[in-house]
């Protein structure tokens, strides 16, 4: 790909670097970034000598961009040559194996989850007829302690435990 750095541009169009880079931003010309530098692709500099021209006739630089834009095609990249179309073909032909081999994958995985999906989906059915066969409502009863019975005491011992109180003797 043919290139032209911004500074060889502007000094070819007779403009200052900061000109080029805001003229390029605006008039939406192709750059290529390698390394630390940013160059334009070849015959973006005839574009920008076009806009000079233009802007040197009085219009605006967003005027003067807005009718180059309209009336001028952006430069082109030339296509490859004869001799990498072998290598390019070899290319393509890879690459639409390796999409092939992606869209068979996909296949067979998306038949995987089918049969999975079959299966969760009978067992969650069996599971659900399970519990509802069990919902028989039985009255659960809850544990209590039994009952303490008083003790049955003739009436002496009785008379016997009201007055004299064993308990509180024992715990003095």
Do not use: C
Request: glycine share 4%; aromatic share 6%.
């Amino acid at each position: 790909m043919n290139k032209i750095s911004f500074i060889n541009a502007a000094k070819y169009v007779g403009i200052t670097l900061s000109q080029a880079k805001y003229w390029t931003k605006l008039l939406k010309l192709k750059t290529v970034k390698e390394t630390r530098n940013v160059f334009l692709v070849a015959g973006g500099e005839k574009i920008l000598e076009t806009m000079n021209n233009i802007v040197q006739g009085g219009a605006s630089p967003s005027a003067a961009a807005k009718e180059i834009l309209l009336v001028h095609a952006s430069p082109i990249e030339k296509l490859p040559n004869k001799d990498n179309d072998s290598e390019l073909m070899g290319r393509i032909s890879s690459l639409e194996k390796a999409v092939l081999m992606l869209v068979e994958h996909n296949q067979t995985l998306k038949a995987e989850n089918d049969t999975q999906n079959k299966f969760i989906i009978s067992n969650l059915r069996n599971i659900q007829l399970q519990l509802r066969q069990s919902s028989n409502h039985k009255k659960i009863e809850v544990w209590q302690p039994p009952q303490l019975k008083r003790p049955q005491f003739s009436i002496i011992q009785r008379i016997w435990y009201e007055i004299i109180n064993p308990a509180k003797l024992r715990a003095n």
